[in-house]
């Protein structure tokens, strides 16, 4: 983890921070905020990137291996949010409208409101989170799901089904 000399990067009170994880700090200066004895473990990767989001996590979170989380339109984590290995929190949409300009050059879409867990939230292995998710607090996201949209408080979601949404437009 580069060091951070524009306060973007705020460490509660014992946090771990796995030396094989990464933190890519802002240039726009997006805040990265990791509540007290919130644990991160190896190859997990949060970047500040795609929107001007912050990212803010409660106290005893426990992310673990391999979870991506783009900052995004932001992402708000609760107290005790749990992720399991091969999350990833994405809460940004790459425009995709022309087909003369390359996806990569055609910015992003706007914010559907970013992501928001509430307190003691699990969600399982290899799932996605998506731009526009509100997840109540102590619900249990199946593994391999993902999610868009509101899930309430103490329920168990799960699933994904790939289907043909649209064409591109011409």
């Given at each position: 983890?580069?060091?951070?000399?524009?306060?973007?990067?705020?460490?509660?009170?014992?946090?771990?921070?796995?030396?094989?994880?990464?933190?890519?700090?802002?240039?726009?200066?997006t805040?990265?905020?990791?509540?007290?004895?919130?644990?991160?473990?190896?190859?997990?990767?949060?970047?500040?990137?795609?929107g001007?989001?912050?990212?803010?996590?409660?106290?005893?979170?426990?992310?673990n291996?391999?979870?991506?989380?783009?900052?995004?339109?932001?992402i708000?984590?609760?107290?005790?949010?749990?992720?399991?290995?091969?999350?990833?929190?994405?809460?940004?949409?790459?425009?995709?409208?022309?087909?003369?300009?390359p996806?990569?050059?055609?910015?992003?879409?706007?914010?559907?409101?970013?992501?928001?867990?509430?307190?003691?939230?699990?969600?399982?292995a290899?799932s996605?989170?998506?731009?526009?998710?509100?997840?109540?607090?102590?619900?249990?996201?199946?593994?391999?799901?993902?999610?868009?949209?509101?899930?309430?408080?103490?329920?168990?979601?799960?699933?994904?089904?790939a289907?043909?949404?649209?064409?591109?437009?011409?």
């Amino acid at each position: 983890m580069p060091p951070d000399s524009s306060n973007a990067l705020t460490l509660g009170e014992g946090v771990y921070i796995s030396p094989d994880a990464r933190i890519h700090p802002s240039t726009r200066g997006t805040r990265i905020i990791i509540g007290a004895h919130t644990q991160i473990y190896d190859f997990v990767c949060i970047r500040a990137v795609g929107g001007a989001g912050d990212l803010v996590m409660g106290e005893h979170c426990y992310i673990n291996p391999h979870c991506v989380m783009f900052t995004g339109n932001g992402i708000t984590l609760g107290d005790y949010v749990l992720l399991a290995p091969g999350v990833m929190l994405m809460p940004a949409n790459h425009a995709f409208g022309r087909r003369d300009i390359p996806v990569r050059h055609q910015g992003f879409l706007e914010s559907k409101g970013g992501i928001f867990i509430e307190d003691d939230v699990w969600i399982g292995a290899n799932s996605v989170i998506l731009d526009g998710t509100h997840i109540g607090k102590g619900a249990i996201i199946a593994a391999g799901s993902v999610v868009r949209g509101q899930v309430p408080p103490y329920e168990i979601w799960g699933g994904t089904l790939a289907v043909k949404i649209k064409s591109r437009p011409a």
